[in-house]
């Protein structure tokens, strides 16, 4: 099932909000070490969810959890693979940004869990909206 057009505006914001959300928790001193270790990563795993609303802005909320998990998840899997070129594109801060470095269980369970409840709160949202 298609999902309706969303808006560009509420995209924006979330996308918006969910980058500063993720780096402020690998940034902002004082936070419990849980936040600072899973928050970004969560939000990394959300922000792709609504990365693919915003490309796509009629996709379902189901395939743009597919694309947002199956993308985020290659990207962590990526991170066994080294070669040269590969790690001095790690190297540059957008590279490192955007591909990590270091594999770690616990960011593909963030980031499916970030996409997820992305996704649910969407599914949530629109079905509030839709309620008499």
């Known amino acids: 099932m298609k999902a309706s057009r969303r808006s560009f505006t509420g995209v924006l914001f979330w ?5 500063a959300f993720g780096v402020a928790s690998r940034r902002l001193g004082g936070l ?11 939000a990394w795993g959300a922000m792709f969810f609504v990365l693919f609303c915003a490309v796509r802005p009629t996709l379902s909320t189901a395939r743009a ?30 590279g490192g940004f955007l591909l990590g470095h270091v594999f770690l269980w616990s960011d593909v369970v963030c980031v499916a869990l970030g996409a997820t409840l992305a996704a649910g709160a969407e599914r949530a949202w629109r079905d509030r909206a839709r309620a008499p």
């Open 15 to 19: 996308l918006v909000s969910l980058i």
């Open 65 to 94: 959890w597919l694309a947002a998990v199956l993308t985020t998840e290659l990207i962590e899997f990526s991170e066994l693979w080294h070669s040269p070129w590969l790690d001095a594109l790690r190297a540059t801060r957008a």
């Open 32 to 42: 419990p070490e849980w936040i600072t270790l899973y928050a970004g990563d969560v």
